[in-house]
T-cell receptor, first 117, second 109 residues
Framework: GAVVSQHPSRVICKSGTSVKIECRSL??????MFWYRQFPKQSLMLMAT?????????EQGVEKDKFLINHASLTLSTLTVTSAHPEDSSFYIC?????????????FGSGTRLTVV | QKEVEQNSGPLSVPEGAIASLNCTYS??????FFWYRQYSGKSPELIMS????GDKEDGRFTAQLNKASQYVSLLIRDSQPSDSATYLC?????????FGQGTELSVKP
């Protein structure tokens, strides 16, 4: 089946530093990947849609200068949290759809637990 | 109005019973619908997908879709303690997957 690999699984960083999270589709090409954020006891909130070779599309209220997304190849998208602050601490999850058929489920990475101290 | 709404629960059922999870959505152009299961601290895993009105069965799981009522449900038969998790309803209509807030299910032995 389709596999999405996400790294790192956990990261602790100091306030003011930047953190990069990688999302790879291992056995399929993904022209589009999605980045979600999940706070404790809350649902997944879509942050942005990452498009290979073009700019990402951000959801309303998400700061594009703070959450930099790069989708340089058909199998890799990265999310960089810049100048991280404690309120950015959250569970970040990427996903991709292994095909153009909208009936296909999205495959999720294992998530990255970010803690900003 | 939220795009996708679920009862947050928690929903508690005894082992062996049927668990019924409900979801409504607001965007009528939505085309495909999914149920995901999420264990605490883990990422979601796909349980069922449905895109035609009616029922779709897979093992102990049955998804039901009524586009006229903008309603999706998930039935879990013979519930097991291992089914205890948060169940997320997700809707895809405009090229992106939007989630409901999730329903926490607890199956008591």
């Amino acid at each position: 089946g389709a596999v999405v690999s996400q790294h790192p699984s956990r990261v602790i960083c100091k306030s003011g530093t930047s953190v990069k999270i990688e999302c790879r589709s291992l056995d399929f090409q993904a022209t589009t990947m999605f980045w979600y954020r999940q706070f404790p006891k809350q649902s997944l909130m879509l942050m942005a849609t990452s498009n290979e070779g073009s700019k990402a599309t951000y959801e309303q209220g998400v700061e594009k200068d703070k959450f930099l997304i790069n989708h340089a190849s058909l199998t890799l998208s990265t999310l960089t949290v810049t100048s991280a602050h404690p309120e950015d601490s959250s569970f970040y999850i990427c996903s991709a759809r292994p095909g153009q058929d909208l009936s296909l489920g999205y495959t999720f990475g294992s998530g990255t637990r970010l803690t900003v101290v | 109005q939220k795009e996708v709404e679920q009862n947050s629960g928690p929903l508690s059922v005894p082992e062996g019973a049927i668990a019924s999870l409900n979801c409504t959505y607001s965007d009528r152009v939505s085309q495909s619908f999914f149920w995901y299961r999420q264990y605490s601290g883990k990422s979601p895993e796909l349980i069922m997908s449905i895109y035609s009105n009616g029922d779709k069965e897979d093992g102990r799981f049955t998804a039901q879709l009524n586009k006229a009522s903008q309603y999706v449900s998930l039935l879990i038969r013979d519930s097991q303690p291992s089914d205890s998790a948060t169940y997320l309803c997700a809707v895809n209509g405009r090229g992106k997957l939007i989630f409901g807030q999730g329903t926490e299910l607890s199956v008591k032995p």
